[in-house]
């Protein structure tokens, strides 16, 4: 029997016969012999199959298929296969045989020669698997350029033969979709290649869980299934596995709403894969939980808040060891640290213990309790005095009163949501405990004085600690420079003239006044006759006349040029987050002037003083450290100077300039942080209309004056960080400021401050650096003291803790 399948198309299309063969050998030999031109075989399939599909029907047309080989074998034989063109000719395409239950496929031999494409492949599995496929026009473009990489022989099962079709499509990027159900499915073949990709997922089939296996070998067959994990959260295994989703147009991992189901979208042997992997997590996530166990345990001794808080830590301990050596061992999973865990509850009412624990846990735990529960000979005191070195021991106490007030109310609230506390495996604790504690401060010994349990006290000595550290000192340098130049320019001339008429007769008078004099009567006749100059800085000159007038004449000259360069470096030391003030002022006195009314001593005047006129530099400076070692300063300066004379009862004008700013410098660097620029200029000129504007001339009927001033003012500033604790850093700079100080007042003055500084050696030096040391500063011991040692006795101590506690 001999079985033919055809593969090719419209325009080209070869057929490989062969005769049922009995063994391997007789399939080789018969391929050889079946062997002919492409020209000869595409003639005779064209003309064969044509005539028999016309004029016979489908019977007869299939058995003119199974008697053409015979035919194709005679003509092989017959042919003259020595002379045939090698470029004419080109290598058989694969056959497809049946042996035995099987199709054995025979391909290419060598790379070489021609290869079938996807186009022909599934042509010939829809002929030997009765399915039928179909595509569009850009499908079916890439299945004909495709082509089947495979070389030599390949043996497939009959009931395999679509499931290996499914790989070889899969593997060049097609997807295999079924449309529709029974007698009319049909399957569609779509590339991965296209823009059809991204509705591909919407076009899977739905299979029911227990058919899965069904599709474990169809890896180019889009399917959707739900798979139901009774053990797992699903949304937890989701996330954890997103990261197997390699395609979102093929593939997609969902939670169905709030149920423990997943839906699963994907190729066919993708989602068999991961159903069973879901499977298998869900099977290992089922675990059998014991019921807990409940016992109250009456304390006798102990303080149930201390003993729940050390069972608390030895069982937590006891849980991080058994994780670490599970993980030594290989466990695998993540082991849950609630699962198991005991749950403390203190019953201070009863002075009870309220356990909740597994089985096998509460004997431990109840020969714990059974241990720490004793009596202990010397009871602890109940009051502790702890010394304050850097902070102050009142704002201290209100600032830690403070603080324990809001966390009783704290624990108030978070008592009525107990369950929470509880689901997350910590002890609740009974609020009537969280004030048992006093902290009293005394100011003299600058001490707390502290009432409260071994566990309470460890609390607050922990706080207290951190919060009496000394803080770090930080130096600021400030330098303020202001320049300040004036030119000033004033010249100007006043005329006059008088003719004093006699008796009956007219006469006539003329005057320029620019503020240079003052015009009046010397003879009282009501005329002026007289000009007084104002006499001023300058030059003041003019012409005397003994005539009618006085001085018809008058000039005033004057120039100032002013230059003046203001440097004020003040420094100050100041604590972390304190506030320093730096004042330096001019104060001028001012008087006031009282005129005295009717009756005796009328209009006489009294002269008192009035007070100060202040004017100078004021600067506030707070710094505070980051945590990178930079500087934040909060900075407020004011600059105020004078700039006249007090004129009797009046005070000088002054001139003030502010500056308030919040800037971060790093430690060391000398940074500006402000500046000031004042730059005024001015020009009058006072004349005689169109007597002023005669060229030359014109400046005796005219007043001309100009100012130019200038001011400019900076404000640098440098901070230090003062962070040795032994103070070292502030010995050495301050060694370097008496130096400085030595040059400018000499040693002999600075040594009225400092005796020991610079002592003369013998050498002729009057400064020897042999002797200078850093100081080093030796911390006393902090914590807790004795009350003897700060001046407290016991008795005093109880009475200043009982009378906080009666408040």
């Given at each position: 029997?001999?079985?033919?399948?055809?593969?090719?198309?419209?325009?080209?299309?070869?057929?490989?016969?062969?005769?049922?063969?009995?063994?391997?050998?007789?399939?080789?030999?018969?391929?050889?012999?079946?062997?002919?031109?492409?020209?000869?075989?595409?003639?005779?399939?064209?003309?064969?199959?044509?005539?028999?599909?016309?004029?016979?029907?489908?019977?007869?047309?299939?058995?003119?298929?199974?008697?053409?080989?015979?035919?194709?074998?005679?003509?092989?034989?017959?042919?003259?296969?020595?002379?045939?063109?090698?470029?004419?000719?080109?290598?058989?395409?694969?056959?497809?045989?049946?042996?035995?239950?099987?199709?054995?496929?025979?391909?290419?031999?060598?790379?070489?020669?021609?290869?079938?494409?996807?186009?022909?492949?599934?042509?010939?599995?829809?002929?030997?698997?009765?399915?039928?496929?179909?595509?569009?026009?850009?499908?079916?473009?890439?299945?004909?350029?495709?082509?089947?990489?495979?070389?030599?022989?390949?043996?497939?099962?009959?009931?395999?033969?679509?499931?290996?079709?499914?790989?070889?499509?899969?593997?060049?990027?097609?997807?295999?979709?079924?449309?529709?159900?029974?007698?009319?499915?049909?399957?569609?073949?779509?590339?991965?290649?296209?823009?059809?990709?991204?509705?591909?997922?919407?076009?899977?089939?739905?299979?029911?869980?227990?058919?899965?296996?069904?599709?474990?070998?169809?890896?180019?067959?889009?399917?959707?299934?739900?798979?139901?994990?009774?053990?797992?959260?699903?949304?937890?295994?989701?996330?954890?596995?997103?990261?197997?989703?390699?395609?979102?147009?093929?593939?997609?991992?969902?939670?169905?709403?709030?149920?423990?189901?997943?839906?699963?979208?994907?190729?066919?042997?993708?989602?068999?894969?991961?159903?069973?992997?879901?499977?298998?997590?869900?099977?290992?996530?089922?675990?059998?939980?014991?019921?807990?166990?409940?016992?109250?345990?009456?304390?006798?001794?102990?303080?149930?808040?201390?003993?729940?808080?050390?069972?608390?830590?030895?069982?937590?301990?006891?849980?991080?060891?058994?994780?670490?050596?599970?993980?030594?061992?290989?466990?695998?999973?993540?082991?849950?640290?609630?699962?198991?865990?005991?749950k403390i509850i203190v019953d201070a009412r009863t002075n009870s213990l309220i356990i909740v624990a597994l089985p096998e846990e509460m004997p431990r735990i109840k020969e714990l309790i059974a241990r720490l529960d004793v009596d202990i000979v010397e009871r602890e005191r109940s009051y502790h005095i702890v010394g304050l070195e850097n902070v102050s021991a009142e704002d201290l106490a209100e600032t830690l009163n403070d603080f324990l007030e809001d966390a009783v109310q704290l624990d108030q609230q978070a008592g009525g949501t107990a369950g929470n506390n509880q689901r997350n495996g910590g002890a609740q604790r009974s609020s009537n405990n969280a004030r048992e504690f006093v902290v009293v401060a005394d100011n003299e010994t600058n001490s707390l004085l502290i009432a409260a349990n071994r566990t309470r006290y460890q609390d607050l000595k922990g706080m207290i600690e951190l919060l009496d550290r000394r803080q770090d000192q930080v130096l600021i340098e400030t330098a303020l420079i202001e320049l300040t130049s004036r030119d000033m320019l004033d010249i100007g001339v006043e005329l006059g003239f008088a003719d004093i008429p006699g008796t009956d007769q007219t006469g006539g008078f003329g005057v320029t006044g620019f503020g240079l004099s003052t015009l009046e009567d010397s003879d009282g006749d009501g005329v002026v006759d007289v000009r007084v100059p104002s006499l001023g800085q300058g030059v003041t000159a003019g012409i005397i006349d003994g005539g009618d007038f006085s001085i018809p004449m008058l000039l005033a000259l004057v120039e100032e040029k002013r230059n003046s360069n203001v440097l004020n470096v003040p420094s100050v030391l100041v604590n972390n987050n304190s506030v320093a003030t730096v004042s330096t002022l001019d104060e001028q006195p001012t008087t006031q002037i009282t005129a005295t009314g009717g009756g005796?001593?009328?209009?006489?005047?009294?002269?008192?003083?009035?007070?100060?006129?202040?004017?100078?530099?004021?600067?506030?400076?707070?710094?505070?450290?980051?945590?990178?070692?930079?500087?934040?300063?909060?900075?407020?300066?004011?600059?105020?100077?004078?700039?006249?004379?007090?004129?009797?009862?009046?005070?000088?004008?002054?001139?003030?300039?502010?500056?308030?700013?919040?800037?971060?410098?790093?430690?060391?660097?000398?940074?500006?942080?402000?500046?000031?620029v004042v730059d005024n200029e001015s020009d009058t000129r006072t004349q005689v209309p169109v007597l002023g504007d005669i060229p030359i001339l014109g400046r005796l009927f005219s007043r001309e004056s100009s100012n130019r001033d200038r001011t400019v003012l900076y404000f640098f500033v440098t901070p230090h960080i003062m962070k040795d604790t032994e103070f070292a850093d502030l010995a050495e700079f301050s060694f370097t400021k008496k130096l400085e100080a030595a040059e400018q007042i000499g040693m002999d003055r600075l040594r009225k401050i400092d005796p020991n500084f610079g002592a003369p050696d013998g050498s002729g030096s009057d400064v020897s650096l042999e002797g200078f040391d850093l100081p080093l500063y030796s911390a006393p011991i902090r914590g807790e003291v004795e009350g003897e040692d700060v001046g407290i006795t016991p008795f005093e101590a109880a009475s200043m803790l009982d009378g906080t506690k009666k408040e």
């Amino acid at each position: 029997m001999t079985h033919v399948a055809g593969l090719g198309n419209a325009e080209k299309s070869t057929v490989h016969c062969m005769e049922t063969p009995r063994s391997a050998q007789e399939i080789m030999m018969l391929q050889a012999n079946c062997r002919t031109s492409r020209r000869t075989l595409r003639r005779v399939i064209a003309r064969g199959f044509s005539r028999a599909a016309r004029l016979a029907p489908a019977p007869l047309a299939l058995a003119f298929l199974w008697a053409l080989p015979l035919t194709l074998v005679s003509a092989a034989g017959a042919a003259a296969a020595p002379q045939q063109n090698p470029q004419q000719d080109t290598a058989d395409l694969a056959t497809i045989v049946e042996v035995e239950g099987s199709y054995v496929l025979n391909f290419a031999q060598s790379e070489e020669e021609d290869s079938m494409s996807l186009y022909q492949f599934t042509q010939a599995c829809q002929e030997v698997t009765d399915l039928q496929f179909t595509w569009n026009q850009d499908t079916e473009g890439l299945l004909k350029q495709n082509k089947v990489r495979l070389l030599g022989q390949k043996t497939i099962k009959k009931d395999r033969f679509y499931s290996f079709f499914q790989v070889m499509m899969i593997i060049s990027d097609f997807v295999c979709t079924e449309v529709g159900e029974d007698d009319i499915a049909v399957i569609k073949i779509d590339s991965l290649t296209t823009t059809a990709r991204n509705n591909l997922r919407s076009g899977a089939i739905y299979v029911e869980p227990e058919n899965l296996a069904d599709y474990q070998d169809q890896p180019a067959t889009l399917i959707t299934t739900v798979v139901t994990l009774p053990n797992t959260d699903v949304r937890q295994v989701s996330n954890s596995m997103r990261t197997m989703i390699t395609d979102a147009n093929t593939q997609q991992m969902l939670p169905a709403g709030n149920s423990n189901s997943m839906v699963l979208v994907g190729f066919g042997s993708n989602v068999v894969a991961l159903a069973n992997m879901l499977s298998i997590i869900d099977e290992a996530s089922k675990s059998e939980s014991p019921t807990p166990e409940f016992e109250m345990i009456k304390l006798e001794y102990a303080v149930p808040d201390d003993v729940a808080a050390m069972v608390e830590e030895l069982l937590e301990a006891a849980n991080q060891a058994k994780q670490q050596n599970a993980a030594v061992q290989g466990a695998q999973g993540t082991i849950s640290r609630n699962q198991g865990e005991a749950k403390i509850i203190v019953d201070a009412r009863t002075n009870s213990l309220i356990i909740v624990a597994l089985p096998e846990e509460m004997p431990r735990i109840k020969e714990l309790i059974a241990r720490l529960d004793v009596d202990i000979v010397e009871r602890e005191r109940s009051y502790h005095i702890v010394g304050l070195e850097n902070v102050s021991a009142e704002d201290l106490a209100e600032t830690l009163n403070d603080f324990l007030e809001d966390a009783v109310q704290l624990d108030q609230q978070a008592g009525g949501t107990a369950g929470n506390n509880q689901r997350n495996g910590g002890a609740q604790r009974s609020s009537n405990n969280a004030r048992e504690f006093v902290v009293v401060a005394d100011n003299e010994t600058n001490s707390l004085l502290i009432a409260a349990n071994r566990t309470r006290y460890q609390d607050l000595k922990g706080m207290i600690e951190l919060l009496d550290r000394r803080q770090d000192q930080v130096l600021i340098e400030t330098a303020l420079i202001e320049l300040t130049s004036r030119d000033m320019l004033d010249i100007g001339v006043e005329l006059g003239f008088a003719d004093i008429p006699g008796t009956d007769q007219t006469g006539g008078f003329g005057v320029t006044g620019f503020g240079l004099s003052t015009l009046e009567d010397s003879d009282g006749d009501g005329v002026v006759d007289v000009r007084v100059p104002s006499l001023g800085q300058g030059v003041t000159a003019g012409i005397i006349d003994g005539g009618d007038f006085s001085i018809p004449m008058l000039l005033a000259l004057v120039e100032e040029k002013r230059n003046s360069n203001v440097l004020n470096v003040p420094s100050v030391l100041v604590n972390n987050n304190s506030v320093a003030t730096v004042s330096t002022l001019d104060e001028q006195p001012t008087t006031q002037i009282t005129a005295t009314g009717g009756g005796v001593g009328a209009g006489q005047t009294q002269t008192n003083f009035n007070g100060y006129q202040e004017a100078g530099i004021t600067m506030e400076i707070s710094p505070s450290i980051s945590a990178s070692r930079y500087l934040r300063l909060d900075i407020y300066l004011e600059v105020s100077t004078f700039i006249g004379s007090v004129q009797g009862a009046i005070p000088p004008p002054r001139v003030t300039r502010t500056i308030r700013t919040q800037v971060n410098v790093p430690d060391g660097a000398t940074m500006v942080i402000g500046g000031i620029v004042v730059d005024n200029e001015s020009d009058t000129r006072t004349q005689v209309p169109v007597l002023g504007d005669i060229p030359i001339l014109g400046r005796l009927f005219s007043r001309e004056s100009s100012n130019r001033d200038r001011t400019v003012l900076y404000f640098f500033v440098t901070p230090h960080i003062m962070k040795d604790t032994e103070f070292a850093d502030l010995a050495e700079f301050s060694f370097t400021k008496k130096l400085e100080a030595a040059e400018q007042i000499g040693m002999d003055r600075l040594r009225k401050i400092d005796p020991n500084f610079g002592a003369p050696d013998g050498s002729g030096s009057d400064v020897s650096l042999e002797g200078f040391d850093l100081p080093l500063y030796s911390a006393p011991i902090r914590g807790e003291v004795e009350g003897e040692d700060v001046g407290i006795t016991p008795f005093e101590a109880a009475s200043m803790l009982d009378g906080t506690k009666k408040e």
